[in-house]
């Protein structure tokens, strides 16, 4: 059997979360390869990996940050699919046989990258609705009218008011990205900005509306620690910026920083 995607953990430090993570992946009812790469590396880490017989990649780069881990990640995949998987985040049993029927659905088109809907996951409930997903949906309104697009505009347009994309619900086709690099630069809107580079290029982006992933929000998650440093507002309001100019930018900014109490737990 051919296994045609690779689900990528790039590991940080002790993450409690990290065994019920893996384990999702490993119990993906369509087999995706699972591989480890870490820059802080571990007993707690190796173990696990040892323990599920996963492939372990320790990144001894120089270079530290979010960005660099996650190039790195990518560079040790081998299959032409990859997700990125949050190591205290969850996946449905169908996200891979999904990602799979979706892309096969679209023939030859040169698909870029496709993302699923998903739950927000706070302290062991499931959330379908919260005032941030629910604004998130309503940005994804292009993609809910049709699941795939190829246009420059409808694509990128999704991003003129936020990220509406959860990044670890993403999959890309590493074929068809190119030489596309995350940024080394940013700590924390790093996916937005890919997400819009990505978009600029040639082919389709693809949203599964199905619900497919649980992102875990706890309080040292690296979402909140983002959020409770400032580095998170700082960046966003750069990227609004760069979209609607400084005044716009610090407006719509602001609006969209309203939605970030809820991650705030």
Known sequence: M?????????????SIYLKDCIESLINQRIKSKVIITTSTPSSYIEDLAILYNIPYYINNSEIKGIGADWNFALSKVETELVTIAHQDDIYDPNYTSEVLKKKGSLGEEGILFLFTDYYNLFQGRKKAFTLNLIVKRILLTPFYIKNSHQSKWLKKSIYLF??????????????????????EELKCALDWKAWIDISEKKGVVSFITKRLMYHRIHPQSE???????????????????????????????????????????
């Open 162 to 183: 936020g990220d509406p994309i959860c990044c670890p619900s993403v999959t890309l086709n590493l074929k068809n990205t190119g030489d596309f690099r995350f940024s």
């Open 2 to 14: 051919i296994v045609e995607h690779t689900f990528v953990i790039p590991a940080y430090k002790k």
């Open 223 to 265: 979402t909140t620690n983002q959020l409770l440093s400032g580095v998170r507002r700082k960046e966003e309001k750069m990227i609004f910026q760069k979209i609607w100019g400084k005044t716009l930018g610090n407006f719509w900014s602001w609006i969209y920083s309203l939605g970030h109490k809820e991650n705030l737990v």
